[in-house]
């Protein structure tokens, strides 16, 4: 069993940077895959970035490629977000999720653990 802890969501103006961690509990941290969801009001939850257990590799949806960056830390159990020239249609629920398999994937059902969120809104 894991549990995840998302924090680090805020209001930001356009153009700015926010950086979310996900903390996760358990001693078989190192060995998920980690991945970041978001969700606009009336809009499905939809795949943001993913990294695989080792963080040898890293995925990305198209809109947020080049922008926003997934990294991890096996260490500190935390995954983070680098969130960078935010755009206003970036506002969402952003959530954490914790693939037991290590290699993560861009559908939500890939996943086996999920944060409860933590809210980003992005001004224009």
């Known amino acids: 069993q894991v549990q995840l802890v998302e924090s680090g969501g805020r209001l930001v103006q356009a153009g700015g940077s926010l950086r979310l961690s996900c903390a996760a509990s358990?001693?078989?941290?190192?060995?998920?895959?980690m991945g970041w969801f978001r969700q606009a009001p009336g809009k499905e939850r939809e795949f943001v970035a993913a990294?695989?257990?080792?963080?040898?590799?890293?995925y990305y949806a198209d809109s947020v490629k080049g922008r926003f960056t997934i990294s991890r830390d096996n260490a500190k159990n935390t995954v983070y977000l680098q969130m960078n020239s935010l755009k206003p249609e970036d506002t969402a629920v952003y959530y954490c999720?914790?693939?037991?398999?290590?290699?993560?994937?861009?559908?939500?059902?890939?996943?086996?653990?999920w944060g409860q969120g933590t809210q980003v809104t992005v001004s224009s």
């Open positions: 999720a914790a693939d037991r398999h290590g290699m993560g994937g861009i559908a939500w059902y890939e996943y086996d653990y």
């Open positions: 358990g001693r078989t941290f190192s060995s998920y895959a």
């Open positions: 990294i695989t257990w080792s963080g040898s590799s890293t």
